[in-house]
């Protein structure tokens, strides 16, 4: 093997799709996936490559400092993409210290592993770390957008404590020269997506017959990503992105709430062979979230300009693609809401 790329949270749904990539575009990598597999790690979302001979799994917790020193040691780390992290907003409103642990203290201790372990040698060492426009705040509808400039100003657990890790990764190439790139990507949506978040909750919900928790009246904009393109930007920032810069990764794909979820309606009904309109009458608008960004949207031209990455899926085709794979896996989405889950989401919505 080449060299050795570790990929944290690869059992999760980005990190899934990225080591999908490397595991089949890189074969001298060896790409060690380093998960601990919380409620929102599932192995079965890696079935495909875990047979793979350059794909190696661990299961460990980033915020394991000794641990993370003996795979650096181990496995002779030269690259790092790190997507581990505690990531659902919702959750972080209920429990902020679990995301200061993971999100802060975990990338620290990768980033401590990294450089001791590169000390003097970082020659062809790179540090991906994989963060989010939420660190941004919020915009107002003006079609005004976010870019690499655009100061931060975290609203809710999630966002601060990415924004923190976001700091103590340029902290660490300004102070120490470890040679560190970050990028902030807008809202994905794609397979092996945890059905807590909005597009596969609906998803489910509208198989299910179950009401569509709208939060407030439904106007609040993200702008969405095919997670397959966010793994292709991933690819082109970890190899050719400029050390100590930051790239804003985007869709150009802005959508209100209500909009979005209707378009999930129309598709669920015509994929599922029921009449149109059928579901309609399960939206519900219920409380807002606390602290609710109103908007989202990403300026992606340095990325586009300087590595020449453009989103490849129109929404329309990625929705399409997206809904079928829900429906086709419903094992999936009932395994992965058997356990745990199961009780989170009689909390949040009060029934199953
Ligand atoms: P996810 O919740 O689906 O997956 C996170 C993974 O990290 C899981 O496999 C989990 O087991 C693992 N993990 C959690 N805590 C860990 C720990 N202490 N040690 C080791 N592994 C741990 O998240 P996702 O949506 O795939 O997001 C991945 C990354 O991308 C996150 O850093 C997130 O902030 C960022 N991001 C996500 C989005 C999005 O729309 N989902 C957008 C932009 C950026
Ligand atoms: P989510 O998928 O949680 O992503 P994020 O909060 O990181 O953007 O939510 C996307 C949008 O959908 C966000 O504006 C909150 C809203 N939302 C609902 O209206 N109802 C829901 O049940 C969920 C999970 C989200």
Redesign the pocket.
């Known amino acids: 093997m080449k060299r050795t790329i570790l990929i944290?949270?690869g059992?999760?749904?980005?990190?899934s799709h990225v080591v999908r990539l490397f595991v089949g575009k890189y074969p001298d990598c060896r790409i060690v996936c380093?998960?601990?597999?919380?409620y929102?790690?599932n192995p079965a979302n890696l079935a495909d490559v875990a047979q793979a001979p350059n794909f190696v799994f661990v299961k460990?917790?980033?915020?394991d400092l000794e641990r993370m020193r003996a795979v650096f040691r181990e496995y002779d780390v030269e690259g790092v993409i790190h997507?581990?992290?505690?990531?659902?907003v919702d959750r972080s409103i209920r429990d902020p210290f679990t995301f200061a642990r993971?999100n802060v203290l975990?990338t620290l201790s990768l980033l401590q592993a990294a450089s001791e372990h590169w000390a003097g040698k970082t020659e062809g060492k790179r540090f991906h770390h994989?963060?989010?426009?939420e660190v941004y705040g919020a915009l107002q509808a003006d079609g005004t957008f976010f870019t690499e400039a655009t100061r931060y100003d975290p609203h809710s657990p999630y966002s601060a404590s990415?924004a923190s890790s976001d700091h103590f990764v340029r902290a660490f190439h300004d102070t120490y020269g470890l040679p560190t790139v970050v990028s902030n990507?807008?809202?994905?949506y794609g397979p092996y997506?945890?059905p807590e978040?909005l597009i596969p909750l609906f998803i489910n919900n509208i198989r299910l017959g179950r009401p569509l928790p709208v939060y407030g009246r439904g106007e609040n904009v993200r702008d969405w990503l095919y997670v397959e393109d966010h793994a292709r930007a991933i690819d082109a920032i970890f190899h050719r992105g400029r050390i100590g810069e930051t790239y804003n990764i985007g869709g150009c794909n802005e959508w209100r709430n209500i909009d979005l979820v209707r378009v999930l309606v129309r598709t669920a009904d015509r994929l599922l062979g029921n009449p149109e309109g059928h579901s309609e009458h399960l939206i519900t608008f219920v409380a807002d979230r606390a602290g609710h960004d109103l908007r989202y949207a990403i300026d992606a031209r340095k990325l586009r300009e300087e590595l020449g990455w453009e989103p490849s899926l129109q929404f329309e085709e990625g929705i399409e693609k997206t809904v079928r794979w829900y429906l086709d896996n419903r094992k999936w989405t009932d395994d992965v809401t058997s356990g745990e889950y199961a009780n989170y989401y009689e909390q949040m919505y009060g029934r199953r």
């Open positions: 944290t949270g059992a999760g749904f980005i990190g380093l998960d601990k597999l919380t929102a790690g460990a917790d980033i915020c997507l581990a992290a505690e990531s659902h993971t975990g994989i963060s989010t426009d990415k990507c807008s809202n994905n997506q945890f978040k």
